[in-house]
């Protein structure tokens, strides 16, 4: 088995031994008894649990990146479609995993190089929605008028409330989505708003 | 001293103790001793650590409603006024307590109350919300196509993930809320859009 495999299986462990369990609860060795290892055998390969997790970190973030690069198409339908990938879990993820995540979120002040990590997300969101909103800039269809960079920090707190939300209160995320779509189709596109005088 | 006065006491040595320790760590002694009763004086009010905190989340729930009631003016002030009154941390409160609540927050799906508790404050928000946006639509004001109540749920999404934000990353509200303050101006405000054909 290569170290590649080895990593993956220890990640796969990781992740369902966060959604059996949870963030604060966590051992080594719920994580070894999700796999085929020891916990000897992941100590060998992580230090700490804290190591496992930043490297847990890294590995979604690696799959966050592949499953929200944004398709091709106009920067409209690009914009839509990078707010749906964040919006839709996948299909095989649990609904636990995104409990385990906000517990993660909330140790990012306690847990050196949680929030290094966690911020590599939203600056990828935000350097992606910039980059569309930029494209639809110069090809005319997004309003000349808009701040690229605010309006994708904005998008991205959206796709955070929506997130929390969906832990903390069980709101789906089905009316944020209609609302960013309609935020989209009427205040990004161009010539949606009346220029002032 | 008043049992109303004991609970207060009882209620500020758990914010001190929050801020501390945070969620994951804390025990009745750590409040015990943020207060000056002992932890058996605490258990004679509160059977578990987990009722003190239902009860927090709910003293918490008041103080909340008292800062954010909406003042007197046009609608489009008084939703302003709602929006800034939730970004804006009051002048006394720490910056670890928010940290603490987003623990408590993603405690929702395993501690039975807390849902419930933590859904009061977005329930509040979206009817305050909703009925400013329905007053502006009255008076003119605001733009007679917006829907009140989705608009009220998107702008509290936007409110709860500034919050995450500000624990996970840092990053602080003051993009948020210079969007949504365009956000209203240019997108709620009547006259604004034009209309489609």
Redesign the interface.
């Known amino acids: 088995m290569s170290n590649g495999d080895t990593a993956d299986d220890i990640m796969g462990a990781t992740y369902c031994a966060l959604c059996a369990h ?3 609860d966590l051992t080594m060795q719920d994580i070894a008894d999700e796999s085929d290892k020891s916990k000897a055998a992941l100590h060998y390969h992580y230090d700490s649990k804290h190591e496992l997790l930043c490297a847990f970190l890294e590995y979604l973030y690696d799959g966050f990146v592949e499953r929200t690069d944004p398709d091709d198409g106009t920067p409209r339908e690009r914009l839509l479609g990078l707010i749906d990938a964040v919006l839709d879990k996948p299909d095989d993820e649990d609904e ?1 995993f995104g ?1 385990a995540i ?2 993660i ?6 847990e050196p190089g949680f ?1 290094e990590r ?2 590599r997300f ?1 600056d990828y969101l935000i350097e992606q929605l910039t980059a569309i909103l930029e494209d639809g800039i110069e090809d005319g269809s997004f309003d000349p008028e808009l701040d690229p960079e ?2 994708a ?2 998008i ?10 969906r ?5 789906p995320v089905a ?2 989505k ?3 779509t309609e ?1 989209v189709e ?2 990004l596109l161009a ?4 220029v002032e005088a």
């Open positions: 949870g963030y604060a636990e409990t906000l517990e979120r909330a140790q990012a002040p306690y929030r966690l911020t939203d605010d309006t920090q904005f991205v707190t959206v796709l955070t409330g929506a997130a929390t939300e832990v903390t209160t069980g709101r009316c944020t209609g609302m960013l935020y009427t205040h010539g949606q708003r009346e």
